[in-house]
């Protein structure tokens, strides 16, 4: 169940869904870069106003899951309007501005994009364009983003499945329960 904070702007809950803080893995494969699985931490936050905020961080695993380096870090601003279109700003680190548009789908959690603008810094890899598909499925975050330069096609790049990372606060409330030494508990 997706709940619904209280001081959400009305506007955001169709976003709702994307609230919290999520941890995952997925895989990175392009063209001229080294296939390799990484993890991801993201962050979608309210302030109050008609916006979420955005922030990721990529990593590289290694074949036992252990952080390599880092991959992307991504920060934005994400909005919905009435008919459901969803526009979202992006800096990423390598050196790119990004403009991406698209909708939520009727009835689902949903969110496909395309770009509509980028901008580069001179140190920016190549890159041209740019297509993300986001979904809720079972309670977790999935993602596949394609990406498109002068040289290769439109092709997926990486995709990731997040979990909602837990607030401790939030069971450690549940503590009362327990008894005082806590090993009766298991008993």
């Known amino acids: 169940m997706i709940e619904i904070p209280s001081d959400l702007h009305p506007d955001l809950v169709p976003l709702a869904f994307l609230l919290g803080d999520w941890?995952?893995?997925?895989?990175?494969?392009?063209?001229?870069?080294?296939?390799?699985?990484?993890?991801?931490?993201?962050?979608?936050?309210?302030?109050?106003?008609?916006?979420?905020?955005?922030?990721?961080?990529?990593?590289?695993?290694?074949?036992?899951?252990?952080?390599?380096?880092?991959?992307?870090?991504?920060?934005g601003y994400w909005r919905i309007d009435k008919e459901r279109q969803v526009e979202v700003v992006m800096i990423r680190d390598q050196?790119?501005?990004?403009?991406?548009?698209?909708?939520?789908?009727?009835?689902?959690?949903?969110?496909?994009?395309?770009?509509?603008?980028i901008a580069r810094t001179p140190s920016a890899g190549e890159y041209s364009g740019g297509k993300r598909l986001y979904g809720y499925v079972k309670g977790d975050l999935m993602w596949v983003g394609e990406k498109s330069t002068p040289e290769v096609p439109l092709r997926p790049y990486m995709s990731a499945h997040l979990k909602k990372a837990v607030d401790p606060s939030e069971w450690a409330k549940d503590l009362k329960d327990l008894p005082d030494d806590g090993i009766a508990f298991f008993k």
């Not at 494969?29 to 699985?37: A, L, S, T």
């Not at 050196?95 to 603008?117: R, S």
């Open 23 to 75: 941890q995952g893995a997925g895989v990175a494969d392009f063209p001229g870069m080294d296939k390799c699985n990484f993890g991801q931490e993201a962050s979608f936050r309210h302030d109050g106003r008609d916006f979420l905020e955005y922030v990721s961080h990529t990593w590289e695993l290694d074949a036992e899951g252990n952080k390599v380096r880092p991959l992307e870090t991504e920060t």
């Open 95 to 117: 050196g790119v501005a990004e403009i991406w548009y698209g909708e939520m789908a009727e009835q689902k959690p949903q969110i496909d994009l395309a770009t509509d603008a």
